[in-house]
């Protein structure tokens, strides 16, 4: 089971940290990811980890967003600098065996609202 939290209402240029907290002893074995869907638009990877730390940006969040997990506290984090409206969105983490099939094998937590004010 996984549980999102850490959203809200930011401004333009704010930073916000979102948290997905997982239930279970073998979190560490699973990769990771964090999907974000706004209004109107299809559902998109924004960052992933795998259980090796390996991670993976999809461009627009380059050099703002940073995934990282805390396997000991069985939490995966999304640390989000420089925000922009458009990154406004439902957040939602998700886990799977490997980062390519997480989109369609994973599971998933529920979504956490995050809204850049411009």
């Known amino acids: 089971q996984l549980q999102a939290s850490g959203g809200g209402l930011v401004q333009a240029g704010g930073s916000l940290r979102l948290s997905c907290a997982a239930s279970?002893?073998?979190?560490?074995?699973?990769?990771m990811a964090w999907f974000r869907q706004a209004p109107g638009k299809e559902r998109e990877r924004v960052a992933a980890?795998?259980?090796?730390?390996?991670?993976y940006y999809t461009d627009s969040v380059k050099g703002r967003f940073t995934i990282y997990r805390d396997n000991a506290k069985n939490t995966l984090y999304l640390q989000m600098n420089s925000l922009k409206p458009e990154d406004t969105a439902v957040y939602y983490c998700?886990?799977?065996?490997?980062?390519?099939?997480?989109?369609?094998?994973?599971?998933w937590g529920q979504g956490t609202q995050v809204t850049v004010s411009s």
């Open positions: 980890i795998s259980s090796g730390g390996t991670t």
């Open positions: 279970g002893r073998t979190f560490s074995t699973y990769d």
């Open positions: 998700a886990a799977g065996p490997s980062v390519g099939t997480i989109q369609t094998r994973g599971s």
